[in-house]
């Protein structure tokens, strides 16, 4: 089974930038894609990012051009760059990994990584 250990979140000023990282453990698998979810306080969970196992992207409106998604196949990590935040970025950020074991293709959830833009 596939473990996930999300990282990087923390408190930022705006305009300021991080970057997410979600590392999957385990043995015999493939990152098939990503997808990118935050979860504002007292909001539904939405979704910012998702990525296809081609690499290919698609992007919320509200952060579209200022973040990006990533993967080191090498490491078995994908990345959420976050770039030019401001405080409605807020929220803490999970990441849904799809792995391909064998041919089956099963999705996990990072534990969340919180995320805070003030000045």
């Known amino acids: 089974q596939v473990q996930l250990v999300e990282s990087g979140g923390g408190l930022v000023q705006p305009g300021g930038s991080l970057r997410l990282s979600c590392a999957a453990s385990g043995s015999g698998f493939s990152i098939n894609g990503v997808d990118w979810f935050r979860q504002a306080p007292g909001k539904q969970r939405e979704l910012v990012a998702a990525m296809t196992s081609r690499g290919m992207t698609n992007y919320a409106d509200s952060v579209k051009g200022r973040f990006t998604s990533s993967v080191d196949n090498a490491k078995n990590t994908v990345y959420l760059q976050l770039n030019s935040l401001n405080p409605e970025d807020t929220a803490v950020y999970y990441c849904?990994?799809?792995?391909?074991?064998?041919?089956?293709?099963?999705?996990?959830w990072g534990q969340g990584t919180p995320v805070t833009v003030s000045s």
């Open positions: 849904y990994v799809k792995v391909d074991t064998w041919g089956v293709i099963a999705g996990s």
